[in-house]
């Protein structure tokens, strides 16, 4: 198993935005624990918009969402007050 340090490194490789954000963590003395708790937790926005734009469940919701929407939101600006 990976100590702490070795798997914050590993978050701060993937990215130059995840490095700079781990980096403001550490300077403003958080400890590593803690920086990897709320990692853990946080959304990534790119994986998201993968699994939206993708064949699953979610790729399937966003197209049902999409095409309800789509005849309100057209004709509001068609056919407008």
């Given at each position: 198993m990976a100590?702490?340090?070795e798997d914050l490194i590993a978050e701060a490789a993937k990215s130059p935005?995840?490095?700079a954000w781990i980096s403001r963590?550490?300077?403003a003395g958080q400890k590593p624990s803690q920086i990897l708790?709320?990692?853990?937790r946080s959304i990534d926005?790119?994986?998201?918009?993968?699994?939206?734009?993708?064949?699953g469940?979610?790729?399937?919701?966003?197209?049902?969402?999409?095409?309800?929407l789509l005849?309100?939101?057209?004709?509001g600006w068609l056919l407008p007050g």
């Open positions: 100590s702490i340090a935005q995840h490095e963590q550490i300077m708790a709320t990692l853990g926005p790119a994986a998201l918009l993968r699994q939206a734009g993708g064949d469940p979610a790729g399937l919701t966003v197209a049902c969402v999409i095409v309800f005849p309100f939101v057209s004709l």
